[in-house]
């Protein structure tokens, strides 16, 4: 009788530790195709805004030339570009540690 239970309470601990490397792995699979999708997103992220811009300062250099004028608009709009992308990278990475967690 003991050994049918020394038997039944080994099998149940193989058992709790596969559950548990099972359940490890489903995690570390949803952290990977979580850090894919962000990675898309803030990849998009970026052509977007600096798309836009780039677009707008070659749109500025078609109607003023290389000029003063033109890097006065285009610096500034790159500078508050670039505050505005980290703004929302920051957003994408307080999201990836809610999505991984």
Known sequence: MES?????????EIWKKVRVQEYDRYQLEKAEENKKILRKMEIKLSC???GCLGF???ILYFILGFSME???MCIPAFL???Q???????ILAKRRIYFEN
């Not at 505005?84 to 920051?90: C, G, H, K, P, R």
């Open 80 to 82: 508050i570009g670039v």
């Open 48 to 50: 977007l805004v600096f």
């Open 70 to 72: 033109w890097l006065v």
């Open 4 to 12: 049918g239970e020394n038997t039944r309470q080994y099998l149940d």
């Open 84 to 90: 505005f992308f980290e703004y929302l990278s920051f």
């Open 56 to 58: 707008m300062s070659l």
